[in-house]
């Protein structure tokens, strides 16, 4: 179990960096638990996290400016997200920049649509630093919290109390997902069409 400990706690950081880099939730609320248990440091998976996510944008955000209607065109999961990012682009213009940072699977997408679009890279680079501290400050709570829950299941059932616990929290956070952001979002685009 050592070993492991000091695997996370030597590439710890990187993982989150590029995780958050691409997408990253996942990796971020992980190492945040990890940082709960005192294994990785609380500051450094939050400076790293919100870098990641930050580097990430303006990278994707300059392939946008770049080539990004060929990008996306070319690979059918960006394609796949364009609608979505359309539809909260038009309706809430830059404040979309924030709204974005919250919804899974469209972040990439929606950096490479900024690139796309008219917003100067000024007012991108300016919001994105506001954006991305208070998006790793929120997650890494989240995270945390989620963390300590972890340890206490831990402590009183078990690892199989908190394996089965987790599968319980990852089938309820899917049918969340399902019935309520997937359809409102489908409904908005259904209703684009008509």
């Avoid at 690892?159 to 997937?182: D, E, F, K, Q």
């Amino acid at each position: 179990m050592e070993w492991a400990q000091q695997f996370v706690e030597q590439y710890g950081y990187w993982a989150v960096f590029i995780w958050t880099f691409i997408e990253g939730e996942t990796v971020f609320i992980v190492a945040a638990a990890l940082a709960a248990a005192g294994v990785l440091e609380t500051w450094k998976v939050i400076v790293v996290a919100a870098c990641g996510a930050f580097i990430g944008h303006l990278f994707f955000f300059a392939l946008g400016r770049w080539r990004g209607k060929r990008i996306i065109n070319a690979i059918p999961m960006l394609k796949r997200h364009v609608p979505k990012a359309n539809i909260i682009l038009n309706k809430y213009a830059h404040w979309s920049i924030f709204i974005f940072q919250y919804l899974y699977g469209t972040r990439l997408a929606a950096a490479i649509l900024f690139g796309c679009s008219s917003i100067e890279f000024w007012r991108f680079f300016f919001l994105q630093i506001i954006n991305c501290i208070i998006w790793a400050i929120v997650i890494y709570t989240i995270g945390h919290f989620l963390g300590m829950a972890a340890m206490s299941i831990l402590h009183q059932f078990g690892l199989w109390g908190l394996i089965i616990a987790l599968s319980i929290a990852a089938i309820i956070a899917a049918v969340a997902y399902w019935r309520y952001g997937h359809h409102h979002i489908k409904r908005h685009l259904d209703s684009d069409d008509a």
